[in-house]
């Protein structure tokens, strides 16, 4: 079944999710995202329906963990709970560690630094490698695996996620070429597509289970090269920027319906698979999986010789304790603390304590080294090999001051593989403080995003040339990554990539755009990433992990005078920004636009004029204008009014305008509404744009107020989509988007959209200011 989802959902296909039908509710598989359409696989008795909610979460997963953590209270069948629970107690007062040796042949391939890490590690016991970015974690990682490996030890290899799991199963693989017939295995479906069907030796248990012979698993490899050929299909369909054909939407629905049946069947031969692929894991020597997958029915009861777990920061303290209580005792902890920790939504005490907090925090890592008391067996590393010299000082001072970061001199002679015009230096920063761009909330009352930043980043991405070939657009919030990877060039796919920086943390790129989004204009307040930035602190660790992305240059999007204003000298996130300003070459936010060759434009001249342009091509109109007389309005309704009205059950024009202190429309609004415009008082508005047809226009202040301030526009028919999505205003309380308003019943005063937030929830109100008392604040503004 396909729906259409009210805003941008921002999941992958293969995600399984809850579709909650008034009482009922089912479980369902995400087959495609063609922007906010979802085509979801249900179950044949499912019922048809018009409407929905689509839960999209991990909760059986914690459900699984909790059960297994009560099964094994006191240890039990294949689990070490002296293991587990040493991996989240404090190690003991500093005493000489034991270690192992390397041999010659080793020492030449590793720094000092490694090689410590690697002697400690191969002794029994917990061993914590802190490894800061650009560090050779991996190969650290590696190097310990490939010595356990060759000394005969059952290792398991775990990560938190498939993406950093391959990482490390790769790095393995280099240092044991030669390795085959199953004594490497990679448990669970790569995100790397190079493991599959690998020429050198087979690691997937599916695969090698094919390979001795068993029916069903030959059947599931089939299955599986299949159901990656449809999924290519459809990821080359999205990719366009044009609409699709309709014989290109007839192929995606006929590969949706494939990847549905394909499926089915993929489940139905994973039950039967469970016998053979535990055998194979067995038998291995290194087994590589998901910290997840040790809570599942294929690894239990399996225990190993050591357990070496990577990306340990990003691993709730709750599942490294059931990774960990696999092995012996001889465990592995190796991660960052300074980059970003365990994503969970609960707010509790429990849920922080457990579900928020790395194993690092758990075992008080993190504040033995604030203390300047690191453990006897902390092994840091400190020579880094990514980033350029002055971006990987001001990463050092600002979030590693406890352990410097040295950058190795192979980074100095390094060629540049990427170049653009605007990547001038190693440093670069785009200072947006008097544009005055505004950060608004997607759909009024979600998170943010900050429309004139994304279409600064148009302006870089145009003037991109053939070569920027490895370039990453993050941001830390979801709404503006989704407005970054809009404006990802077609022919760019496979170079490119734009992300929050949660979903960034582990990759790296030649140049790194970041656009912080906050300014402190529209939603005044500015997100606790950026007032909190002490050590340790959700905002230090993310603009650490977005800084850290970048290997030769680093641009920062951002409006500094807010967000280095109030900061307390001294904290990580200050003394970063400090840095950054001292050292970073400047490019305006005018000479940014200049580079665009028209993509993005500064409109100095006649707004009315331009707008009437656009209006005359488009075939759709929605507009977002905060308070302010509406004095250009009364020159658009002749060519608002010819606008086609091709579809009976939306409105070609949205026009949403925040009323007057009294509750009442402008003279120019309600002549508006009057000559048959859908102009729709909403309150509060932070945002000032209009999406026209494929053009979007944004300003610093009412886009049709008498002073709008700066005024950009750009045309683009996929990031106007994306705006669209991100800036629609749901139906259901009140009416949402394309829908005509209603008026009150007994003054006739047009209802207002209230969209407040009250204690950190979403508070919807449908009103008549006169009759219904609205929540508000000071002259009908709510606070931000």
């Known amino acids: 079944m396909r729906f259409e989802a009210q805003g941008d959902l921002g999941i992958q296909e293969g995600t399984p999710a809850t579709l909650i039908m008034e009482d009922v509710q089912v479980a369902v598989e995400v087959i495609s995202v063609f922007g906010n359409v979802v085509t979801l696989s249900m179950p044949p008795d499912a019922p048809a329906v018009r409407e929905a909610a689509l839960r999209l979460d991990l909760s059986w997963l914690l459900t699984a963990q909790s059960r297994r953590l009560h099964e094994l209270t006191h240890g039990g069948p294949g689990f070490n709970a002296k293991a587990a629970l040493a991996v989240v107690t404090p190690p003991r007062a500093k005493v000489s560690p034991s270690r192992g040796r390397l041999a010659y042949a080793d020492l030449k391939v590793l720094n000092e630094g490694q090689r410590n890490a690697v002697e400690l590690a191969l002794a029994p016991g917990v061993t914590w490698l802190w490894g800061p970015p650009g560090t050779g974690k991996t190969t650290t990682v590696s190097a310990l695996v490939a010595k356990l490996f060759e000394r005969g030890k059952r290792v398991l290899l775990a990560a938190p996620t498939n993406a950093a799991l391959d990482v490390a199963v790769q790095a393995v693989l280099k240092r044991l070429p030669n390795v085959a017939g199953g004594r490497v295995v990679r448990l669970g479906q790569p995100a790397d597509p190079s493991l599959v069907d690998r020429a050198a030796g087979r690691v997937l248990v599916d695969e090698i289970a094919a390979e001795r012979g068993a029916p069903l698993a030959q059947h599931r490899v089939k299955v599986g090269e299949r159901l990656r050929d449809c999924r290519k299909g459809l990821v080359a369909l999205r990719r366009r920027k044009d609409r699709l054909t309709p014989n290109q939407e007839a192929r995606r629905l006929k590969l949706e319906i494939e990847i549905t049946e394909l499926e089915a069947v993929k489940q139905e031969l994973d039950d039967k698979l469970l016998a053979v692929r535990r055998q194979v894991c067995r038998e291995a020597t290194v087994v590589a999986a998901t910290a997840h997958q040790v809570v599942l029915e294929t690894l239990k009861h399996i225990t190993f010789d050591v357990v070496v777990l990577d990306e ?34 609960a707010d509790t005490p429990l849920a922080h304590e457990w579900l928020r907090r790395s194993v690092f925090e758990k075992a008080g890592i993190d504040t033995a080294v604030s203390a300047r008391r690191p453990p006897a067996r902390l092994a840091a590393l400190t020579e880094q090999y990514r980033m350029r010299q002055r971006i990987g000082d001001i990463v050092s001072a600002a979030f590693y001051p406890e352990s410097p970061l040295v950058t190795a001199s192979s980074v ?23 544009m005055q761009a505004r950060t608004a909330r997607k759909q009024g009352i979600f998170s943010r995003y900050n429309l004139m930043h994304a279409q600064l980043v148009a302006a870089l991405v145009g003037s991109a040339t053939n070569k920027a070939h490895d370039v990453a657009l993050i941001s830390p919030f979801a709404p503006q990554a989704r407005l970054l990877e809009a404006l990802l060039p077609e022919s760019r796919s496979e170079e490119w990539a734009a992300s929050t920086v949660h979903r960034f943390q582990g990759g790296e790129r030649d140049i790194v755009v970041y656009d912080s989004v906050d300014t402190g204009h529209g939603i005044t307040r500015l997100h606790p990433w950026f007032t909190e930035g002490g050590s340790g602190s959700e905002g230090a660790r993310l603009l650490n992990v977005a800084a850290s992305r970048a290997r030769d240059n680093l641009i920062v999007i951002g409006a500094f005078d807010a967000l280095n204003r109030h900061r307390s000298s001294g904290d990580a996130v200050s003394t970063f920004i400090a840095h950054l300003l001292d050292r970073a070459e400047r490019l305006s936010w005018e000479e940014a636009v200049a580079l665009s060759f028209g993509g993005t434009q500064h409109v100095e001249g006649s ?9 005359t091509r488009a075939g759709t109109v929605e507009m977002w204008l905060p308070a302010a007389p509406l004095r250009a309005l009364p020159a658009l309704v002749p060519a608002l009014r010819l606008l086609p009205d091709n579809d009976a059950d939306k409105e070609a024009v949205t026009i949403w305008v925040e009323p007057e202190p009294d509750g009442h429309l402008s003279v120019a609004g309600l002549q508006a509404l009057r000559e048959g415009i859908n102009i729709r008082p909403c309150q509060p508005i932070r945002e000032s744009l209009a999406v026209i047809g494929d053009v979007v226009w944004s300003s610093s202040a009412s886009l049709l107020g008498p002073k709008p301030g700066v005024v950009l526009r750009t045309e683009d028919r996929a990031f106007a989509d994306a705006v669209r999505r991100a800036q629609r205003r749901r139906p259901g309380a009140a009416p949402g988007s394309g829908q005509p308003g209603d008026d009150c019943g007994r003054c006739q005063r ?11 929830q979403t508070d919807l109100r449908y009103e008549c200011a006169a009759c219904d008392r609205p929540i508000r604040t000071g002259k009908g503004k709510s606070s931000a």
């Open 312 to 345: 340990a920061s990003m691993t709730s303290a709750a599942l490294a304790m059931l990774v960990a209580g696999m092995g012996s005792g001889h465990t592995v902890i190796a991660g960052d603390f300074r980059q970003l920790p365990p994503i969970a939504v």
């Open 412 to 434: 100095g002679i390094r060629a540049a593989r990427s170049r653009a015009p605007w990547a001038t230096g190693q440093l670069v920063v785009v200072d947006t403080s008097d």
């Open 607 to 615: 707004v009315v004029e331009r707008l009437n342009d656009d209006i």
């Open 750 to 760: 047009t209802l207002i959209r209230y969209e407040h937030e009250r204690w950190g």
